[in-house]
């Protein structure tokens, strides 16, 4: 009994103090029926990719290594979608000139699915993994539908004006490069896109005192011993620049010899909450 109560108080304090952050350009989350947005042939959405930019450091002063869990966006219809299933693709990007049109640098991707169920709804997708976004990155977030030949798709939009343009890109509408809603003339709607984060260099202490990761500086192998009230989800190495090293866990040890000299992200993701440690490899 005392091992289920010391689990029930760890997982109460991690819900408390890791500092999530929601960012949105959105002065609304009220979606307005029908004044969503994609680019469809006789009611079947063609190959799209809506997209939301944001200015971490500027626009919200999160200055240092962000680390995303949720991505919520909203639905406007979801029509005749097979088995009434449609896959969404997010995709997470840094870009170097402040909107889609740059070079834009993947940090991680992920197919959601969304369904009749969620018309005029805000849906929240929770991350199979954290994507880390490097200090100072501009994010851009992508959702990505594709033409199937038959469902009629469109993400939702608010009539309140939002603090930042929204993008889209359709090949079949002419938009081989991303434009602003408003420059394509539709300069009353703004679609609902939030992102959920928080500071990945941020070490909870009470989850911390339950794991040992050594050495640190590290050479070859990195150590990590985690208590066994704690249950391992998943343990994930980043560089500094948000992309994911693929080096794994094997019986307590990670071989990182053949990363190159730096300053890495790792994150273990437990029941109870995410480990998140600075690791330098000499």
């Known amino acids: 009994m005392m091992k289920k109560i010391t689990l029930l108080m760890v997982a109460m304090v991690v819900s408390f103090t890791i500092n999530a952050q929601t960012v949105t350009h959105n002065n609304s989350q009220v979606i ?4 969503g947005l994609t680019c469809q042939s006789s009611g079947v959405t063609t190959d799209n990719q809506l997209s939301g930019v ?24 979801v029509l005749n979608a097979p088995g009434d ?3 969404v693709t997010i995709n997470l990007y840094t870009t170097d000139s402040g909107d889609p049109n740059g070079n834009l640098t ?17 849906v929240s997708v929770t991350l199979t993994d954290l994507a880390i976004v490097p200090a100072g990155g501009v994010l851009v977030v992508e959702l990505a539908v594709l033409n199937d ?10 009539d309140v004006a939002s603090n930042d343009d929204s ?29 959920i984060g928080t500071d990945a260099a941020e070490v909870n202490d009470e989850l911390t005192g339950l794991a040992s990761i ?12 985690v208590s066994s009230s704690l249950e391992v989800k998943s343990t994930n190495l980043f560089d500094i ?42």
């Open 32 to 35: 307005v029926d029908g004044l």
């Open 54 to 77: 944001f200015d971490l450091a500027n626009d919200f002063g999160i200055t240092d290594v962000w680390a995303i869990n949720t991505i919520e966006f909203g639905v406007d219809e």
């Open 85 to 87: 299933i449609y896959p």
């Open 106 to 122: 993947l940090l991680y991707s992920e197919v959601t699915t969304i369904s009749s169920a969620d018309e005029l709804s805000v």
């Open 149 to 158: 030949g038959v469902t009629g798709f469109r993400l939702a939009a608010t």
């Open 167 to 195: 993008w889209i890109t359709a090949v079949d509408c002419g938009l081989a490069t991303a434009g602003t809603y408003a420059s394509l003339g539709f300069a009353d709607r703004w679609h609902v896109m939030n992102v």
């Open 214 to 225: 050594y050495p640190n500086p590290a050479n070859n192998v990195l150590n990590i011993e």
């Open 241 to 282: 620049l948000g992309k994911n090293t693929n080096v794994q866990l094997v019986n307590g040890s990670m071989d990182i010899a053949n990363l190159a000299e730096g300053v890495y992200i790792l994150t273990i993701e437990t029941t109870s909450g995410t480990i998140s440690q600075k690791v330098v490899k000499q």
